[in-house]
């Protein structure tokens, strides 16, 4: 899914293939995307799960470091997160009936009024 990233230039010109920085979740916290993001440069911020030990690094006598997690940008994604499911609880963004893209863009807008402007 990164490879298909395309974020758009201000000034015009070719889209970025890259993001600044990337949030997940504990599941996502495997080695192989932590090194496919690193051979990216690509900032992260994926917490590790709490059950994992750290594991030796490649043979190595001592275990491994533990990976730093930003908890303030985490708790950003969270929010965002929280927010998604907020607005699959309605029915007409969780089903999606629209067959047209920017019918859907519309209840999906409309929707998150709904939630903003509700106490």
Same mark, same amino acid.
């Given at each position: 899914m990164?490879?298909?990233?395309?974020?758009?230039?201000?000034?015009?010109?070719?889209?970025?293939t890259?993001?600044?920085?990337?949030?997940?979740?504990?599941?996502?916290?495997? !080695?192989?995307?932590?090194?496919?993001?690193?051979?990216?440069?690509?900032?992260?911020?994926?917490?590790?799960?709490g059950?994992?030990?750290?594991?030796?690094?490649?043979?190595?006598?001592?275990?491994?470091?533990?990976?730093?997690?930003?908890?303030?940008?985490?708790?950003?994604?969270?929010?965002?997160?929280?927010?998604?499911n907020?607005?699959?609880?309605?029915?007409?963004?969780?089903? !999606?009936?629209d067959?047209?893209?920017?019918?859907?863009?519309?209840?999906?807008?409309?929707?998150?009024?709904?939630?903003?402007?509700?106490?």
């Open positions: 990164l490879e298909q990233v395309k974020v758009p230039r201000p000034g015009g010109g070719r889209p970025r890259r993001p600044d920085h990337v949030g997940g979740d504990k599941a996502y916290s495997s !080695r192989r995307n932590r090194r496919y993001l690193q051979r990216r440069q690509i900032k992260h911020t994926i917490p590790e799960p059950t994992s030990e750290p594991t030796a690094n490649d043979g190595a006598a001592r275990p491994a470091r533990p990976t730093g997690c930003d908890t303030t940008v985490y708790r950003r994604r969270n929010e965002v997160e929280r927010t998604i907020r607005l699959k609880t309605l029915r007409a963004v969780a089903t !999606r009936y067959k047209r893209a920017y019918v859907f863009h519309g209840t999906v807008t409309v929707a998150a009024i709904r939630l903003w402007l509700r106490p």
